[in-house]
Nanobody, 120 residues
Framework: QVQLVESGGGLVQPGGSLRLSCAAS????????MGWYRQAPGKERELVAT???????NYADSAQGRFTISRDNAKNTMYLQMNSLKPEDTAVYYC??????????????WGQGTQVTVSS
């Protein structure tokens, strides 16, 4: 089992920056992919960014060029650096991890979410 705890959300003005953190514990060595989803009121949950155990990253079009996902393996922590924030980035952000349960099956674990609000 993997437990995930997000932090770093808050209120920021348009154009500002925030860094979200996701601390993992448990069977961390089995994780192959981690990432961030977000969900705004009345909208579908959206995949924002992912990072593999090898360091390969992918971003949604809405995040490309403004957000950076990274991992600190020594701290078992994943980060999402968000720059040039826009009001449309306002959402609850959820971290997740994908891990091997069997050689042919993954489990997905979720954090509790952290609120990001971009407003003047």
């Amino acid at each position: 089992q993997v437990q995930l705890v997000e932090s770093g959300g808050g209120l920021v003005q348009p154009g500002g920056s925030l860094r979200l953190s996701c601390a993992a514990s448990g069977t961390v060595s089995s994780i192959d992919v981690m990432g961030w989803y977000r969900q705004a009121p009345g909208k579908e949950r959206e995949l924002v960014a992912t990072i593999t155990s090898g360091g390969t990253t992918n971003y949604a079009d809405s995040a490309q060029g403004r957000f950076t996902i990274s991992r600190d393996n020594a701290k078992n922590t994943m980060y999402l650096q968000m720059n040039s924030l826009k009001p449309e980035d306002t959402a609850v952000y959820y971290c997740y991890s994908r891990r091997w349960r069997t050689p042919y099956a993954f489990n997905t674990d979720w954090g509790q979410g952290t609120q990001v609000t971009v407003s003047s």
